[in-house]
Nanobody, 126 residues
Framework: QVQLVESGGGLVQAGGSLRLSCVAS????????MGWFRQAPGKEREFVAR????????YYADSAKGRFTISRDNAKNTVYLQMNSLLPEDTAVYYC???????????????????WGQGTQVTVSS
């Protein structure tokens, strides 16, 4: 079992920044990859970013490239999502997720993730 707790969401103006955090517990943190997803009202959950067990490899959705940075601190059992140059279309509930397996080309697919946090709301005003 893995428990995930997100924090750091809030209301920010367009062009602003937020840093989301996700603290994991229950299993050895460097034993699984971590991802961030988001879900806006009336839309499906979509992939944002992923980081490998070591933190050496990262992957981003096109919408996040150049603006968002995923990182992890294995000593603190925490994964981060630094979000800069936020846009109103970034408004969503953001979820962190743990992938205990090796998902290969399916890394951006929600179904390969085994555990999910409860989500944190990010609202970007125009």
């Amino acid at each position: 079992q893995v428990q995930l707790v997100e924090s750091g969401g809030g209301l920010v103006q367009a062009g602003g920044s937020l840093r989301l955090s996700c603290v994991a517990s229950g299993r050895t943190f460097n034993g699984y990859s971590m991802g961030w997803f988001r879900q806006a009202p009336g839309k499906e959950r979509e992939f944002v970013a992923r980081i490998s067990r070591s933190g050496l490899s990262t992957y981003y959705a096109d919408s996040a490239k150049g603006r968002f940075t995923i990182s992890r601190d294995n000593a603190k059992n925490t994964v981060y999502l630094q979000m800069n140059s936020l846009l109103p279309e970034d408004t969503a509930v953001y979820y962190c997720a743990a992938d205990l397996g090796y998902s290969g080309e399916y890394y951006n697919t929600a179904r390969v993730y085994d555990y999910w946090g409860q989500g944190t709301q990010v609202t970007v005003s125009s």
